[in-house]
T-cell receptor, first 119, second 113 residues
Framework: GAVVSQHPSWVICKSGTSVKIECRSLDFQATTMFWYRQFPKQSLMLMATSNEGSKATYEQGVEKDKFLINHASLTLSTLTVTSAHPEDSSFYIC???????????????FGQGTRLTVV | DAKTTQPTSMDCAEGRAANLPCNHSTISGNEYVYWYRQIHSQGPQYIIHGLKNNETNEMASLIITEDRKSSTLILPHATLRDTAVYYCIVGNAGGTSYGKLTFGQGTILTVHP
């Protein structure tokens, strides 16, 4: 399957600081990327949908000013958690979908996730 | 997107086939059935997907009933490394929903020696 790389794999930050997470599609152009959050023993919850060159669409209850999403190119999307607090500690996962090698895939591929711990 | 129903957990002996069921009785005509799995502390891994016909790849087989209201994921020879949470997801492959997945609670599959 296609490769989606997420960086960093884990990060610890102090309360009040901002953290940036990168999501890259390595072997295909991702017209759309998605950001999910997963708390312990829970399922993935979609936070936002990101389309290259346009503003992200946020799910209900997700603060767009706190979770800044940028999709500057067809291979890179970033999620910045601003003014992080301990309750933002979670597992953040991105996924990407789009054309590959001239074809169009209907499945999405996921990054390995980023474990954020705010202390 | 249509909702899916999966058993909370299942067990399987190593080397045997694991058959994971999924009900999606409200699926609409243009919605696909996707299967992903998540091993602890990793991102979900794509397994297989289908629309109407049965599908097979190097990882698994997907059997979709004729009325499309349910499906079964088959891991033909389960190994210990197949222990994971398996998600059955119904989604629209086109338009603004392209690639957008709504995760339920999934099935915790435990493969034991």
């Amino acid at each position: 399957g296609a490769v989606v790389s997420q960086h960093p794999s884990w990060v610890i930050c102090k309360s009040g600081t901002s953290v940036k997470i990168e999501c890259r599609s390595l072997d295909f152009q991702a017209t759309t990327m998605f950001w999910y959050r997963q708390f312990p023993k829970q399922s993935l919850m979609l936070m936002a949908t990101s389309n290259e060159g346009s503003k992200a669409t946020y799910e209900q209850g997700v603060e767009k000013d706190k979770f800044l999403i940028n999709h500057a190119s067809l291979t890179l999307s970033t999620l910045t958690v601003t003014s992080a607090h301990p309750e933002d500690s979670s597992f953040y996962i991105c996924s990407a979908s789009g054309g590959r090698l001239g074809g169009l895939n209907t499945e999405a591929f996921f990054g390995q996730g980023t474990r954020l711990t705010v202390v | 997107d249509a909702k899916t129903t999966q058993p909370t957990s299942m067990d399987c002996a190593e080397g045997r086939a694991a058959n994971l069921p999924c009900n999606h009785s409200t699926i609409s005509g243009n919605e696909y059935v996707y299967w992903y799995r998540q091993i602890h502390s990793q991102g979900p891994q794509y397994i297989i997907h289908g629309l109407k016909n049965n599908e097979t790849n190097e990882m698994a087989s997907l059997i979709i009933t004729e009325d499309r209201k349910s499906s079964t994921l088959i891991l033909p020879h389960a190994t210990l490394r197949d222990t994971a949470v398996y998600y059955c997801i119904v989604g629209n492959a086109g338009g603004t929903s392209y690639g957008k997945l709504t995760f339920g609670q999934g099935t915790i599959l435990t493969v034991h020696p």
